[in-house]
């Protein structure tokens, strides 16, 4: 059984480092790593990046095993500049929190896609040289070059006494007892300089290869589609006598640059009187199937789309000896735009208009009247409103 963890975490709104994250869900499975190694992750992505983000990135994942080595990732990000959702496979549960790790390092520093390379070698500068002292005169400490050996004329320093109580070490074998009195201390060994200096007219090193990434995110497969459900209700001219309320339901499939979309529509019923008493209601509905170009930033997607529509209008005669209803085919065009906003990753709000192109237009007659009393017009116009919810 998954294990739930689900916290909001208040006291990080104001992170003191701005590479920390706010965790607003957090969903895995039982055995697999737990928050900690999700802010680990995200360090380690980030190494040592000057991150100048003030505001924390709130996260929410949720992972689920859907086999014994398949694990789902569903991640949702708010870095300021609106919420994203990503949704990610992985073999291992630990490798999708890696990559979940990685994703939101990205978010917070896109730097952090690409680690820094270590600094590469630089060549040593020229040698300094110190000038001799005059004789008898006592040198700087200060001014001798790095790796020179002092004066002779220097005095040396005196090894300092012994703490009380404890035991002089032993001599070493083969060296003469010390005597009593002043002796000369033995020479300072000359340190070994810290790497060979060149000659003049030597090349200078090859810079050092940087080294490869330390971390990089596990192999997954990025699912970008999107489904979503949506139904509103807005205004539709043209194909009946009278403006019409309208109704409609659908469904569309979005990547990240395209949507196909099937949808059904319903115009209510309208009454249209022709005079002496006699009149028609009318009702009309249709299938449509659209396919949309799409282009999307932050929370913001419009889609311009075309299609085309099937359906049927209706007719019901009114003040006649024998009212009849009567049914007609009427195919049209379908070329307007969208504008989806989102209000949360998995809800938001859709508007859209279009024109309406009449390909097939049924005309009715109301008997005994010889001619047609009504038929839809060649070029109507709709708008609606909806209610969107991402199903996955």
Request: glycine letters at 12%; charged letters at 20%; proline letters at 17%.
């Amino acid at each position: 059984m998954p294990v739930v963890l689900a916290a909001l975490l208040t006291a990080l709104t104001r992170a003191a480092d701005p590479a920390d994250t706010v965790v607003v869900a957090w969903q895995v499975p039982e055995g697999c790593p737990g928050v900690e190694a999700l802010h680990a992750g995200i360090r380690r992505s980030l190494g040592g990046l000057a991150v100048e983000r003030r505001t924390p990135v709130q996260v929410g994942v949720v992972v689920a095993r859907e086999a014994p080595r398949r694990f789902r990732l569903e991640l949702r990000l708010d870095a300021g500049d609106g919420p994203s959702e990503r949704v990610l496979t992985s073999d291992s549960c630990s490798a999708a929190v890696d990559t979940a790790a990685w994703l939101i390092a990205v978010a917070i520093d896109v730097r952090a896609a690409q680690p820094a390379a270590p600094p590469v070698g630089v060549p040593p500068g020229p040698e300094t040289t110190v000038p001799e002292p005059p004789p008898g005169s006592q040198p700087n400490p200060s001014s001798l070059a790095p790796g020179s050996p002092p004066s002779p004329s220097a005095p040396r320093p005196e090894a300092p006494p012994p703490a009380p109580g404890s035991q002089p070490s032993p001599p070493v074998p083969g060296s003469q007892p010390s005597s009593p009195g002043p002796h000369p201390s033995p020479p300072a060994p000359r340190p070994e300089p810290l790497a060979p200096a060149l000659p003049p007219d030597a090349d200078p090193p090859e810079p050092l290869e940087p080294a490869p990434p330390s971390a990089k995110p596990p192999a997954t497969r990025d699912r970008a589609l999107h489904l979503d459900l949506w139904a509103g209700g807005g205004l539709g001219l043209g194909v009946l006598p009278r403006p019409a309320p309208t109704a409609a339901l659908g469904l569309t499939l979005a990547g990240p640059r395209w949507e196909t979309e099937l949808s059904g529509h319903y115009w209510a019923l309208r009454r249209e009187d022709f005079g002496e008493g006699r009149g028609g209601k009318f009702a009309h509905g249709h299938a449509a199937v659209r396919g949309c170009g799409a282009w999307e930033r932050g929370r913001v997607r419009i889609p311009l789309c075309g299609g085309l529509a099937i359906g049927g209008v209706s007719g019901e005669g009114v003040g006649a000896l024998l009212p009849r209803t009567a049914r007609s085919l009427w195919i049209g065009l379908l070329a307007g735009a969208g504008l989806r906003v989102a209000l949360h990753p998995r809800v938001g709000l859709l508007l859209r208009a279009e024109a309406v192109f009449g390909l097939r237009r049924p005309g009715f007659l109301l008997d005994p009247s010889p001619g047609v009393v009504f038929r839809p017009a060649p070029v109507g116009f709709s708008a609606f409103l909806a209610l969107s919810i991402r199903l996955r």
